[in-house]
């Protein structure tokens, strides 16, 4: 009986200890501009001096689950040209809306004072290049994160993916291709119901794999080919065109891929790309330039294997702290403008933005590590009407909402990890790279985990989209 009751004190504290190490307080609300009474959409919710942290959604709305360890930190809540709200973890109000007043500096006054500093935009943004290696992690280093993956045409979602997954990364200095590494974790919601042109992406696959270039679609006969080949076929093109590798590997990597030969932002940056100083914000309390983006005399080229991914004009902003030139946030649109690019991505796509990034960048012990990343691109699936005529366009029957599909990622880091032996632990283990694997469902871990918050009407789309998808497996 004794034997018994110390198994149960040793039961009940384990239980305990357990509940102590992931009890969290749930800090959420809305953030509003005080002028305009706008939500404030990409607004930085983290607790001071820690990894933890979270952004607020198109609604202003956010969730941040802080755990317990942290109640006396401080939490602050900041966006570029407001002015920082800040208080204890412990005393954040769940209740009261937060409201965020507008901090602009003095551009003329800064200009004026500042003489041995760089007078125009692109020498601004050829400092923050060139001191990207001082800026950026120089040392290994671990971060977790929350990625929802989502397509869907102009009237539903179609494909929804959230997972949790760890990146490795050696350093900034060192190649991407070769030194980054990427896994999934876990995985919370995984529904797929597109409509996909398994004949198009098939041609495509026997293209690259079997050296086949002259295929046409229309020389396949579906009822010749296993299923099995098309399922390859179509996870192979989703690897290619959403797979996270691509993502992190390629140009589109702009700030982390900058020392690499011919990328978007490396020796001629200005050849594709002129910049303009717009203003001086305030971010945090510390001064921060905003540079518009624009076109220069030559097209951004993405040199995509097996796909047109080229003549374009880029557009966005820049914004790089006055002290340290560190790149704070990236805005960045890839419009199509040479004749071929146009022709296509109407035809294809009907939309001329090819590509549109947004990456923001966190500061950690003096270093600038991702926070959070946007990428949406529109997706050929070739469902619907098909114009046979020349120069036909649409028709009655033509149903471009159903048509034209686009691809949306985002993916927000959630913790930095720098030990060196959690990270040789981490390297030891496989590493599996595939978000569309579908995988079992861990309650326990998404319990504690943070999470970007849907905005109400993704929210309402998801929901429709579990339930279609429910119904069609029953």
């Known amino acids: 009986m004794k034997v018994n009751y110390f198994k149960y004190l040793l039961t009940l504290s384990i239980c305990f200890f357990s509940f102590s ?7 959420k609300n809305k953030i509003s501009d005080f002028g305009t009474l706008m939500p404030i959409e990409s607004a930085s919710i983290y607790v001071q001096n820690t990894t933890i942290g979270t952004v607020s959604n198109a609604d202003g709305k956010f969730v941040l689950l802080v755990p317990n360890q942290f109640e006396n930190d401080t939490l602050v809540i900041s966006s570029i040209g407001y002015k920082s709200f800040k208080t204890p973890v412990n005393e954040f109000d769940n209740t009261q809306e937060i409201y965020l007043e507008e901090d602009i500096a003095s551009l003329d006054e800064i200009v ?20 990207l290696p001082v800026n950026m992690p120089e040392t290994p280093y671990l971060q977790k994160g929350f990625l929802r993956h989502k397509e869907r045409n102009r009237r539903e979602f179609k494909w929804l993916i959230e997972s949790a997954i760890t990146v490795y990364d050696s350093s900034y200095m060192s190649s991407a291709a070769s030194n980054l590494k990427i896994n999934v974790d876990q995985v919370r919601k995984s529904y797929d119901l597109r409509d996909v042109d398994s004949l198009l992406t098939y041609t495509a696959y026997l293209k690259e794999k079997a050296n086949r270039g002259n295929l046409m ?22 690897t290619r065109i959403n797979g996270l590798q691509n993502l992190f590997e390629s140009k589109l990597n702009i700030l982390r891929n900058a020392n690499n030969n011919r990328a978007l932002f490396g020796e001629d940056v200005l050849d594709r790309h002129q910049f303009r100083l717009d203003t001086i914000l305030v971010d945090d309390d510390r001064k921060i ?25 880029a557009k966005g902003w820049l914004y790089i702290y006055y002290d340290n030139y560190a790149i704070k946030k990236l805005e960045y649109e890839l419009i199509a403008a040479s004749d071929a690019q146009k022709s296509r991505s109407k035809t294809l796509f009907d939309t001329k933005i090819n590509h549109k990034l947004i990456m923001t960048f966190r500061e950690y012990q003096d270093k600038m590590y991702p926070n959070y990343l946007y990428y949406e691109t529109p997706k050929l699936v070739n469902v ?91």
């Not at 020389?219 to 989703?238: F, Q």
């Not at 624009?294 to 374009?312: A, P």
């Not at 030990?419 to 995988?439: G, H, N, S, T, Y």
């Open 384 to 474: 619907g009407y098909k114009p046979t005529k020349p120069g036909e366009v649409n028709a009655p029957d033509a149903n471009t909402d159903e048509r034209f599909y686009y691809t949306v990622q985002e993916l927000l880091f959630t913790e930095i990890i720098l030990d060196p032996e959690q990270i040789e632990m981490a390297l030891r283990q496989p590493w599996d790279p595939d978000i569309f694997a579908v995988k079992p469902y861990n309650k326990d871990f998404w319990r504690n985990y943070n999470t970007l918050l849907e905005s109400e009407e993704d929210e309402k789309l998801i929901q429709d989209l579990t339930k279609r998808s429910s119904l069609y497996k029953d």
């Open 21 to 27: 190490v992931f009890s969290q307080k749930e800090v």
């Open 289 to 313: 330039y905003k540079i518009e983006i624009s076109e220069s005399h030559k097209y951004v080229n993405l040199e995509t294997k097996g796909i047109y991914n080229d003549g374009y004009h």
């Open 217 to 238: 679609a229309r020389n396949l006969r579906r009822d010749t080919i296993k299923t099995s080949n098309l399922v390859k076929a179509i996870k192979w093109n989703d």
């Open 112 to 131: 004026l004072i500042a003489e041995n500093r760089p007078k125009t935009a692109n020498d601004i943004v050829l400092k923050a290049l060139e001191r």
